[in-house]
């Protein structure tokens, strides 16, 4: 396996002279997000889900077209089709899996009792992280800019593994392993990127990522305990990871650089909690007027209504309750599309600079298209991934 | 080599394309002939046919499109937007490739077959797959899924079971009688356990469990013997095995709708809920046709096992959804049970004295 080994590859002799940095741009309109995100959406409802394999892809569509990097935009080439092909081919190695495991359990837990569950969770985490880097590898290979594409070679389950013995590591280092994990899994996933002939890799270490996070590592637990401190925590430790992330990313000699302050991400996490919240009062407000309502009509007092038990067995206020609840999950879906994710991405392309982009501007088309079984799985498997 | 900096500001009208092959930017000028021509300085022109090009994604206030018969990934990007619509108006196929009304009407078609495809196998197909699947299941592996839970059961309810030994005598013939004219081999095996809970109910494999709340409740033989014909007729049906492929399958095809909605949970559990129920309360019905069959075998009446149950839940009705529960209403059961009343024309099934015993079979035994 040559490939594992990092081998710098250096861009052609004739280099063009080093440029000042460049910045990122996004170019889209917030009004066009919202509209596109409401009504995928409703869609969603409508088809009991299955809209939201080209829901993500028109949201991918929006935010990469409208990304500019020295003046030009990124395009992505996915679509639809090929996530719900890879959801299916995803369910078809997945069912007789848990089938099996599901009979194999049964014959366990009856000798072993408790622990019959361990392998499972073991089973299903290698799934997620193979997941996650096959996602990770669909998603690039539909990347393009410039008329090139990204690409990735490397083993999902080579990476899976890596994955899990990091994060036993991790589990057992109480989490302060974290920064050394996650730079060990980026090195792995960069070293097997290319941009077109451009070989990418990861410069980021484990100990700078911990020396800018620590005192998050310190105060998770108190903020836990008063629940009110972790969305600062959580924020905080995301501005540190994006901008590590960012500035230790290279293609051949482009270097990417965030300037991402600690408290940069702190006002959109309560944005998006501020929007939830008021969704919430508005569905409660409506949940009481919808009781009042019924109640109204059927004559009864709210003491009897409530006492009886009557409430649990009133179909026109499930019905106005059911509705009400799915309106409900459709708002907040939308907050946090908007909000966490455009809104976010807006953030931090505000931070980034590129250097060396000169590097970038004479790369041969390389690279094959990968299958989205990767996404498959994630969406089966319920883990997100980048 | 025309690289710009920053910005786009040398730029805002050039007309920039990618061949494909290379990331180089070339700034190039349009001409409308047979073909659209693109030329760039130094290079030979290429020549892309007007049908053969198609709308890329891309920002507000540029153009790009991209030709069928060049390489997949060459991009030809115009920000004149007189250029633009003059290329527009030339193309009649352009915007070919993309996702319209007519697409999004097709998923929604075709989203909407496949979520009644999948109702419909909840509501019909998987049914008779666990009738047809659940007798090919062997009789060892369905013990063995008994077995697993039973410890399940003890841990949960407690590990008394009452044996003193007359109450013991009467609890076998009971069950014997009501095991031979259900038609079940010995495989059959019950137990009373001491617990607070009024219940009794059948694992996979034949034990039956019967709680002594219940049998305290219980005023004659009749009674425990309906409610242990009716466990025997969930045994005779494999109802739990039918259950257990029932419900994985529910799980896993509804589990297919919504993905990854946030908040979708509650909808899947509603929706899992409801025809679970629906199948549990089918499963009821016909295991409460066994205790008709049975105690009319016996030359007893069904009726006694419905008023134990009525004392136990009183009226239910008003105070649940009959559509969410996992057991006909009990009124309805009961009426059910008197309608198939009959006048005892056999013996009673336990003496006075057996029924004493067998009411006192949880009485701490002294033991030597």
């Known amino acids: 396996m040559n490939d594992l080994n990092f081998v710098p590859l250096h861009p052609t002799p004739m280099q063009p002279p080093p440029l000042p940095p460049v910045s990122a741009m996004f170019t889209g309109k917030r009004g066009d997000f919202v509209r596109l995100t409401a009504r995928g959406a409703a869609l969603e409802l409508v088809t009991a889900g299955f809209y939201r394999f080209w829901l993500a892809t028109d949201i991918r569509r929006h935010l990469w077209s409208n990304t500019e990097v020295a003046g030009d935009a990124a395009e992505y080439t996915g679509r639809g089709k090929e996530l719900l092909i890879g959801f299916l081919l995803a369910m078809a190695i997945l069912v007789p899996i848990y089938l099996t495991y599901f009979l194999v359990t049964i014959e366990v837990e009856r000798r072993f009792k408790a622990f019959a569950t361990l392998p499972l969770i073991f089973a299903f985490y290698a799934f997620g992280q193979f997941a996650i880097y096959r996602a990770r590898r669909y998603r690039l290979t539909r990347t393009v800019w410039r008329g090139v594409r990204f690409w990735m070679d490397g083993s999902g389950w080579a990476y899976a593994w890596r994955a899990m013995l990091w994060g036993l590591f991790v589990l057992v280092t109480l989490g302060l392993a974290l920064p050394w994990r996650e730079a060990a899994l980026e090195r792995y996933k960069m070293r097997h990127s290319y941009y077109g002939d451009l070989q990418g890799s990861f410069e980021g270490r484990g100990w700078e990522f911990f020396k800018q996070g620590w005192w998050l590592w310190l105060l998770t637990p108190f903020a836990l305990y008063f629940t009110i401190g972790a969305p600062f925590v959580y924020a905080g430790f995301k501005a540190v990871e994006w901008r590590w992330w960012l500035s230790g990313i290279r293609f051949g000699e482009v270097r990417p650089e965030s300037t991402m302050s600690r408290g940069a991400l702190i006002g959109l996490y309560w944005t998006a909690i501020g929007w939830i919240a008021l969704l919430g009062v508005i569905f409660l407000a409506y949940l009481g007027l919808s009781v009042a309502l019924v109640v109204g009509a059927s004559g009864m007092t709210f003491r009897d209504f409530f006492q009886t038990k009557a409430f649990a067995s009133n179909i026109p206020l499930l019905v106005l309750a059911g509705a009400g609840y799915l309106a409900f999950v459709l708002g907040i879906n939308l907050v946090m599309r908007v909000v966490l994710m455009r809104d976010l991405w807006l953030k931090v392309l505000g931070t980034v600079r590129v250097h060396n982009i000169g590097a970038a501007a004479n790369v041969t088309a390389k690279g094959e298209l990968a299958s989205a079984l990767g996404e498959g799985f994630a969406d089966g498997l319920d883990v997100a991934g980048f | ?368």
């Open chain 2, 1 to 368: 080599m025309s690289i710009f900096a920053d910005g786009v500001s040398a730029l805002d009208n050039a007309t920039v394309y990618f061949d494909g092959m290379s990331s180089r930017r070339r700034i190039v000028s349009l001409a409308f002939g047979d073909a659209l021509e693109i030329r760039e300085d130094g290079a030979a022109p290429v020549n892309w046919a007007y049908d053969d090009i198609r709308r890329a994604d891309s920002p507000a206030g540029m153009l790009r499109v991209s030709c069928l018969s060049a390489p997949p990934l060459a991009r030809l990007e115009i920000r004149d937007e007189a250029l633009a619509a003059g290329l527009a108006l030339r193309c009649a196929r352009l915007g070919e490739n993309r996702i319209g009304g007519g697409t999004v009407a097709k998923i929604v078609g075709l989203s909407v077959a496949a979520s009644v495809s999948i109702v419909m196998l909840v509501l019909f197909a998987l049914p008779l797959a666990a009738d047809h699947l659940a007798p090919l299941v062997p009789k060892a592996f369905e013990r063995r899924v008994g077995e697993a839970s039973e410890v399940q059961i003890r841990t949960v309810f407690g590990d008394r079971v009452c044996n003193r030994a007359a109450g013991q005598a009467a609890y076998t013939k009971l069950l014997k009688q009501l095991r031979e004219a259900a038609g079940l081999d010995t495989d059959v095996q019950s137990v009373v356990l001491a617990t607070e809970i009024p219940n009794a109910f059948a694992l996979p494999g034949g034990k039956v469990y019967l709680f002594s709340a219940l049998l305290a409740k219980a005023q004659n033989p009749d009674e425990i013997a309906g409610v242990l014909a009716h466990e025997l007729g969930h045994l005779r049906h494999r109802d739990n095995l039918r259950g257990m492929i029932y419900n994985g399958g529910t799980s896993f095809l509804i589990g297919l709708l919504f993905g990854d909605v946030t908040g979708s949970s509650a909808l899947i559990f509603a929706s899992r809920s409801l025809v679970t129920a629906s199948y549990s309360r089918e499963a009821e019905q016909n295991a409460d046709s066994v205790t008709i069959e049975v105690m009319h075998k016996l030359g007893r009446s069904p009726k006694p096992m419905g008023e134990l149950l009525f004392r136990v839940t009183g009226k239910e009705g008003g105070r649940s959804l009959s559509f969410l529960a996992g057991h006909p209403l009990t009124e309805e059961r009961l009426q059910r049970m008197t309608a198939e009343d009959r006048p005892p024309s056999g013996p009673p099934l336990l003496t006075e004295k057996e029924w004493t015993a067998l009411k006192g079979i949880c009485d701490p035994v002294d033991k030597k």
